[in-house]
């Protein structure tokens, strides 16, 4: 009888030994030498699946673009910050840090209507609210800074009093707009979609644009898709009669 409690008892002591801590959670070196069971071999883990190379979107700045960056550069416009030059024609965007030196661009997506203009009073109405032909992205100049957004999320306000704004692809957007996909496609084309915000890869988002933009703001230069570029910047007119003087 004495020997079967001993053997009762060592086969317990063991199996408290083996159930006090999973065996994936025990450090190898520190790991009972005595265990219940044999374990087994462990699994190969499966290789991941390599992500989807992301197709690079050759920029390449329209004629107006550079004039608007050449007018910054030259005049100092941009009041020592940084700034970005939207061309929604060929929705795209060239960022420059305070000096004027371009430090990326990428492609957008901008609002479905063409004009350039806002409709009086759209930033108060609700996105349900705003008919087709208010989905604009307004032209001109802007001084951009962080505030809060609905949800108190923190956003890049382009034109607060239009609701106008510039971040990523919102999760909550419908997978039929497929936004996404649209940014990546090889032509500006399909890149009209928005209320009148303009989003941008995340990635530029992240890495260049909002480490620019969080400290003092900046400026964002919204070129025209229906005016005349001078009216929208009448001091393009300056420049071009000091160009003239110059040469």
Known sequence: MTIVLLALAGIAAVTTAATA???????????????ATKAKPPTKPKTAPKPAVQPEIEIVPSAEAMRVADWVAQSGDNRSLPYAIIDKINASLLMFDAKGVQTGAVPVLIG???????????????????GPSEKTTPAGRFVAKF??????ERILWVDYATS????????????????????LSPTPDDNRITFGCINVPVA????????SFQRKGGIVYILPDTKPIEDVFPRLRVQAVLNGSAG
Do not use: W
Request: aromatic residues 4%; charged residues 30%.
């Open 147 to 152: 505030g809060l957004a609905f949800g108190r």
């Open 112 to 130: 479905i209507a063409t004009g350039d203009d806002a409709t009086p009073g759209v930033g108060s109405k609700n996105l349900a609210e705003i």
């Open 204 to 211: 530029f988002y992240g890495k260049i644009l909002r480490p």
């Open 164 to 183: 106008v704004a510039l971040h990523t692809i919102p999760t909550t957007v419908s997978k039929k707009e497929r936004r996404r996909e649209r940014m």
């Open 21 to 35: 801590a999973p065996a994936a959670r025990i450090a190898r070196s520190e790991r009972p030498a005595v265990v």
